[in-house]
């Protein structure tokens, strides 16, 4: 990692040729992006509440749509808030996607 990456925040990886690809075949990844890998599937997700990252990956929305849902309580589902972070109920999420 550069000088310039560590600067902004941007993680590289080493993988194959993908979209979001950096020079040589190193996919660059922002802080706080998370790969799909990470995330378990809905159905056999075990936690009753997800953080907005996990979320936002289910509904097919970026993060900060989430946050907007949360601050304008306008969206479809509303987050409680746990020490000023955002929790999403798996039960709101299961039955927005109707699953």
Same mark, same amino acid.
């Given at each position: ?11 590289? %990886? @080493? ?5 979001? !690809?950096?020079? *040589?075949?190193?996919?660059?990844? #922002?802080?706080? $992006? ?9 159905? %056999? @997700? ?5 953080? !907005?990252?996990? *979320?936002?990956?289910?509904?097919? #929305?970026?993060? $900060? ?35």
């Amino acid at each position: 990692m550069n000088d310039h990456q560590a600067v902004v925040g941007v993680a590289v %990886e @080493e993988g194959g040729a993908e979209s979001g !690809t950096g020079t *040589a075949g190193t996919r660059v990844r #922002r802080r706080g $992006q998370r790969d799909e890998r990470e995330f378990v599937a809905l159905s %056999e @997700e075990v936690r009753t509440h997800v953080d !907005t990252a996990c *979320a936002s990956f289910h509904l097919g #929305r970026k993060p $900060q749509t989430m946050r907007v849902w949360a601050s304008t309580e306008g969206g479809p589902i509303r987050p409680v808030r746990v020490n000023g972070r955002l929790a999403w109920a798996v039960r709101d999420i299961r039955k927005l996607l109707i699953l």
